[in-house]
């Protein structure tokens, strides 16, 4: 039984569920896609247009996915009904999909699915298992707490959820915009040899 008290959430104003979905699509695309940390530290390509970059905006998908794809469903029904968003009397198929993709089972199966599709997809659909391994230690005991092991076993990894802990959120962004300054950083410099390089064969 799922009772609605359970994940009667406390929230602030500032840290919501839609800024911790918002920070998985931040941080997919900084860690997995071609704008991000890996293009910045690969020798190639010295495209100074980022946002045509379809890694960037793939890895974001794929870094908000798990959440979308099922609380979404629930936000957006209400949302549309004009009941506003609710945390409460969540339905079960919702719970369902939320198991589907924040378990290795539906991790392993998508993500194989995905590259079998598209094997240019291995790189941005990283962000959704990273998406799970963010929310394993940032989601405590309750219906959120994240069911890796679904469906074989409810064994799992208890933490520290990251509504009750607004430190916990704020560190988790700080860290994300660290990573794509890393990244311009390095990217810039790229761009810099890049430049100086087609300038002297130029001449
Ligand atoms: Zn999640």
Same mark, same amino acid.
């Given at each position: 039984?799922?009772?609605?008290?359970?994940?009667?959430?406390?929230?602030?104003?500032?840290?919501?569920?839609?800024?911790?979905?918002?920070?998985?699509?931040?941080?997919?695309?900084?860690?997995?896609?071609?704008?991000?940390?890996?293009?910045?530290?690969?020798?190639?390509?010295?495209?100074? #247009?980022?946002?045509?970059?379809?890694? $960037?905006?793939?890895?974001?998908?794929?870094?908000?996915?798990?959440?979308?794809?099922?609380?979404?469903?629930?936000?957006?029904?209400?949302?549309?009904?004009?009941?506003?968003?609710?945390?409460?009397?969540?339905?079960?198929?919702?719970?369902? $999909?939320?198991?589907?993709?924040?378990?290795?089972?539906?991790?392993?199966?998508?993500?194989?699915?995905?590259? $079998?599709?598209? #094997?240019?997809?291995?790189?941005?659909?990283?962000?959704?298992?990273?998406?799970?391994?963010?929310?394993?230690?940032?989601?405590?005991?309750?219906?959120?707490?994240?069911?890796?092991?679904?469906?074989?076993?409810?064994?799992?990894?208890?933490?520290?959820?990251?509504?009750?802990?607004?430190?916990?959120?704020?560190?988790?962004?700080?860290?994300?915009?660290?990573?794509?300054?890393?990244?311009?950083?390095?990217?810039?410099?790229?761009?810099?040899?890049?430049?100086?390089?087609?300038?002297?064969?130029?001449?």
């Amino acid at each position: 039984m799922l009772s609605e008290t359970r994940y009667a959430i406390s929230r602030g104003p500032v840290y919501s569920g839609g800024m911790d979905t918002l920070f998985h699509g931040v941080l997919g695309a900084a860690a997995c896609s071609n704008v991000g940390l890996p293009g910045a530290l690969s020798k190639r390509g010295c495209d100074r #247009r980022w946002f045509a970059e379809w890694t $960037l905006w793939a890895a974001f998908f794929f870094g908000v996915f798990p959440d979308i794809a099922s609380l979404g469903i629930h936000f957006a029904t209400n949302f549309f009904a004009g009941n506003g968003v609710r945390w409460t009397g969540i339905p079960d198929f919702v719970f369902f $999909l939320y198991r589907v993709t924040h378990s290795l089972l539906g991790i392993a199966l998508g993500y194989s699915l995905l590259v $079998l599709w598209k #094997r240019a997809l291995w790189l941005p659909a990283l962000a959704w298992p990273l998406h799970v391994a963010v929310d394993l230690p940032t989601h405590g005991d309750g219906v959120f707490r994240t069911p890796i092991f679904w469906p074989f076993s409810s064994a799992g990894f208890v933490g520290w959820s990251w509504w009750q802990h607004p430190r916990l959120f704020y560190s988790a962004w700080v860290f994300a915009i660290g990573l794509w300054s890393v990244s311009a950083i390095f990217r810039a410099a790229r761009v810099r040899r890049c430049s100086s390089a087609s300038g002297s064969r130029a001449e």
